[in-house]
């Protein structure tokens, strides 16, 4: 059928050699985005002056900017510019010591956090108003009513469009291979260079991706269901 | 002649019809009372196959068909000569009420859009909501919605009205200007089926009250014999229950 | 900060990229066009879960939402001469690179906007769908005139954030040597030596578009409201 099953097996066996690399470049900024992510949301909750409304401009402007143009600028600026910033700061690294990958994770986190800050602040505004002041009229701080009140009840709404946002950075780290990074998609035709079969490679890529995504929607699907039984019984 | 013959209908394992007839004649207000899951809602929504029966037959005027086996032509013709009034009023939200009104005529029955459209602002008035014809249904109250939807009902002149309820998801002061919607409704000489709860209702407009326990028909005849007389034990009880209750509503 | 980005430059560059901004917009024509199309047969045949129809969409649907963008990319490029080679003993070497950049698209939206759809016209009450049937109207009838109208005004809100999506895809479609704004920007690097300044452009012309394209979701989603 013009379908070579051993350079496919060949293909997939390459490419899961590189699925550490992914997994970095996957899991970092997802970390680094729920951390930011929440941040910058509860800051745009309580609408702290200034900040808040300088937030939701950059986010709302940076989401216009296609992940694979943002790569492309940030690996330009760092070939250029690393040096003498390096410099700048007395580092004792140069250039060549750094590697690439730590660009990607960059974009991606940059990316993560947008999509995952939009994600939560909705999950947060979901979330009665009058429960705040529940909090406050028992005596609880500001923070107290937050960890012990809100922020229970803004998990559950917001796991279902969190798991969106992770398959999304799983996605997206298949676009570092145009800066030259190595991951699964670029591994996964190491092979093909030699055997011309791009096709196999693909699909082989294509395949330990869509497992991938469907393992994190699986398990995202346990915990939701385990969520939904703590409402339940609050009720 | 409306006429319903043997119905059955089981929802998993529960039987919620167990063998139900019933026969309605021209200008009839038929009421069915009884307590919840006796099945009357189902009977209802068995007429104009909101429900496939398992088993029974329908006969409308001169047309019978097989409350299970009808074809989908059958029942498109059995729905544009009943028309259904819901608890939850059920306009089209995307439709303003005289567009809610018009709906049924222009599309199901090919009625000329002007023609159509007379007709609904006739029936709009009749149920006094002509000012509100270019209104949304989000834009209405309880009560100016249900009276749309009766005017939808009516508007499609059909040979039997259904009404599911039609008053139990409305405030209680709301009450009261449905209902006598419903009642001139009835003085129009248009044969009704009504699942209600209202007593008083029933006592002054329907023809005919019948009451329905678990699935079967317990007892049926006049307001009067029903209400003043009634014969079956479990009629006595279900009355003494809700009357009691209406009493003390009155306090 | 030295020859690393000139204005002047930049300003050069810019009526030469925007010159393909046709081939950017004609994708995302043509992509949201047959994937509304196909979306909406998908959504159909899903949620009638029609045999073997409804196992196959659900396949598709999830392998197009579970793969990368680029990944389906290559895969289409490199798969689709030999599916036609080998089905229909077609040479397709003589296409141009832009008909693999379509089909991708149109795929990827058909899978993505037939779950908006679905989701849509699942949140329309039943209630609805039984008052039509009451006043008679047939199961194409009460779909077209009362569902549809309703679940497209459901699938507003995420069809606007999917159709920036798709914009911002395309920024992918250069990689397969499609010359749209990016593929414009890489010749220019190319033959210049300097290509900071058009990547720039570039982020800039796609916040601009997806200022713009918010703005007229905003609008639409207003439009719609039906009184509320």
Not at chain 1, 32 to 50: H, Q, S
């Amino acid at each position: 059928m013009g379908f070579n099953s051993i350079y496919f097996y060949d293909s997939l066996r390459s490419g899961i050699q590189y699925l550490p690399n992914t997994f970095q470049l996957t899991f970092i900024p997802i970390v680094i985005a729920l951390i930011l992510g929440t941040v910058i949301a509860v800051i745009r909750v309580y609408r702290i002056p200034f900040l808040a409304p300088l937030l939701v401009v950059l986010i709302t402007l940076y989401q216009g900017i296609p992940l694979v143009v943002a790569l492309m600028i940030y690996h330009l600026l760092f070939i250029a510019e690393f040096n003498d910033f390096a410099a700048a700061l007395h580092l004792d690294t140069s250039m060549a010591d750094i590697n690439l990958i730590w660009i990607g994770i960059f974009a991606l986190s940059l990316q993560a956090t947008c999509y995952m800050e939009e994600s939560i602040k909705g999950a947060f505004f979901s979330v009665d108003k009058g429960q705040y002041e529940a909090g406050y009229s028992v005596g609880l701080t500001k923070l107290q009513t937050l960890r012990r009140i809100i922020i229970p009840q803004v998990i559950p709404v917001a796991l279902p469009m969190l798991t969106n946002n992770i398959v999304g950075a799983i996605k997206g780290s298949s676009i570092v291979m145009v800066i030259g990074i190595t991951e699964v998609l670029a591994g996964s035709v190491i092979p093909s260079s030699k055997t011309y079969a791009f096709f196999e490679g693909y699909i082989a890529a294509a395949l330990i991706y869509w497992i991938f995504t469907i393992l994190v929607e699986k398990i995202a699907a346990r915990i939701e269901k385990r969520g939904d039984k703590y409402r339940r019984n609050l009720v | 002649m409306i006429e319903i013959r043997n119905a059955k209908k089981s929802f998993g394992k529960n039987e919620i019809l167990h063998d139900v007839s019933i026969q309605v004649n021209k200008g009839d207000v038929i009421v069915i009372l009884g307590p919840s899951g006796s099945g009357k809602t189902t009977l209802l929504r068995c007429i104009n196959f909101l429900e496939k029966a398992d088993a029974g037959t329908l006969t409308i005027g001169e047309q019978t068909v097989d409350l299970k086996k009808a074809s989908s032509k059958e029942i498109l013709e059995i729905r544009r000569k009943t028309a259904f009034v819901f608890q939850n009023y059920s306009l089209f939200h995307n439709k303003t009420a005289l567009e809610n009104v018009m709906e049924g005529l222009i599309t199901a029955r090919n009625v000329p859009y002007e023609e159509a459209r007379k007709k609904a602002e006739d029936t709009l008035a009749w149920v006094g909501l002509l000012a509100k014809k270019d209104a949304y249904p989000s834009q209405l109250s309880g009560g100016q919605q249900q009276r749309v939807g009766i005017a939808r009902a009516v508007v499609l002149d059909p040979e039997v009205i259904l009404f599911d309820e039609p008053t139990s998801a409305l405030d209680p002061e709301l009450v009261g200007e449905t209902l006598a919607v419903i009642k001139s409704v009835a003085e129009r000489g248009i044969t009704m089926i009504v699942v209600t709860h209202e007593m008083s209702f029933a006592q002054d407009v329907a023809s005919k009250v019948v009451f329905m326990d678990g699935g079967f028909i317990v007892e049926a005849g006049t307001p009067a014999e029903i209400f003043r007389h009634p014969k079956e034990e479990r009629t006595k009880q279900f009355l003494a229950r809700i009357i009691s209750a209406e009493n003390m509503y009155y306090i | 900060m030295v020859d690393l980005f000139d204005w002047k430059r930049f300003f050069t560059n810019i009526p030469q990229i925007v010159a393909y901004l046709p081939v950017t917009l004609k994708i995302v024509f043509y992509a949201t066009l047959f994937g509304v199309i196909l979306a909406l047969l998908v959504a159909v045949i899903r949620i009638k879960k029609i045999p073997i129809l409804h196992q196959a969409a659900g396949i598709y649907v999830s392998f197009m939402r579970g793969t990368p963008m680029l990944v389906q990319l290559l895969v289409v490029f490199y798969g689709i001469p030999i599916l036609m080679q080998q089905l229909f003993n077609i040479n397709v070497n003589r296409w141009d690179k832009i008909i693999f950049v379509y089909i991708t698209y149109i795929l990827n939206q058909g899978a993505f906007l037939s779950e908006i759809f679905r989701c849509s016209i699942l949140a329309v009450p039943t209630g609805q769908l039984e008052a039509a049937y009451s006043v008679g109207l047939t199961q194409f009838q009460a779909f077209r005139r009362i569902i549809l109208p309703q679940a497209v005004r459901v699938a507003v809100p995420s069809f606007g954030s999917d159709f920036i999506g798709l914009f911002q895809n395309t920024s992918l479609a250069f990689l397969i040597g499609v010359v749209d704004i990016m593929g414009r920007a890489k010749t220019i690097g190319t033959a210049t030596k300097h290509v900071l300044e058009a990547y720039v452009f570039i982020a800039i012309l796609f916040i601009i578009i997806s200022l713009l394209v918010k703005g007229a979701f905003y609008l639409l989603d207003k439009k719609l409201a039906y009184g509320r």
